[in-house]
């Protein structure tokens, strides 16, 4: 596969690996036609993105392109990704532009104009945790210019100590979940309903738990079943890694306000190659590598906890979105049909409040 794009350089290194690559028109055009498993199954995609930036834009006709390929979708979370902030006025109010943005694009899905699809029916943004008890006037700022869409901060804190992974884009210090500032910070969204969407490296699973276990009142939705790395230092290390995940994600699944996202191993920094390869993998392919993760996490939380979700357009750069939500469809074959509900929309409508 040819990236065409370069990836985002790091502050630690400038060789470091990012999650994000722009995706391959060209490669994904190599991916074989696949007829869409359980068309009429409602799906609510509870993590994507939306962008315009200097080598990718991916905005509502893209997002709809991949919504519209085949699946149910109903509706769709837009997740913060540092986009539109505001080019001015105090610098810990510039994120309250992703929301506005976000339910701009809401306002003009929910018209109908476009389709069925309600996209960004719930928004999730950035606020800075560490301001303490003062982050409350800006999440208050959040739920007014979400008009009722906003539902949740995510404050990356995936950080490694290797010169070879790209720290998560907020650029956070190591052990920021458990400093004294953020947790005032993290206080504040419990009591305006508020959720929060916990971004970090597999190694760091436990300091996600040690949060979830101090605010068993706040909802945690833990992103891309725990943020597995494959690279640099984990490199050739898939069967330690798994066996260290696993056992800190067994640990999560006993804290009842920790939900997880099911997706997210198509991103470059994980365990899995199929980004590099001539060609993109089949759904069938995507099933049988990813099975041993998703079936731990949904054996672990129930799937009254977990939800499958694209990572979309970050993980397009793995495969196309009609034949990775066959891939999920496949992956939860052996599931009742109220398991299957809460898998694909389910978990998602009520942890978003959708």
Known sequence: MTLTGVAMTSPKSPNAITTVLVPDADWLAKQAAEEILDPLLPIVDPHHHLWDRRRHR???????ADTGSGHNVVATVFVDCVAFYRADGPAEQRSLGETEFANGVAAMAASGLYGATRACAGIVSFADLTRGAAVRALLE??????NGRFKGIRHAGAWDASELIHNGHTNPPQGLYGSAAFREGFAQLAPLG???????????LPE?????????QTQIVLNHVGGVLGVGPYAGRTDEVFAGWKRDM???AQCPNVNVKLGGLGMPIGVFDFHLRTAPPSSQQIAEAWRPWIDTCIEAFGAERCMFESNFPVDKVSTGYAVLWNAFKRLAAGASAGERTALFSGTASRVYRL
């Open 58 to 64: 991916y905005l509502l006709p893209e997002l709809l």
């Open 194 to 204: 508020l959720s929060f969407e916990a971004w970090q490296y597999h190694p760091q």
């Open 208 to 216: 996600v738990l040690a949060l979830a276990q101090a605010f068993p």
């Open 250 to 252: 067994l640990a999560l």
């Open 141 to 146: 700022a959040h739920l007014r210019a979400g």
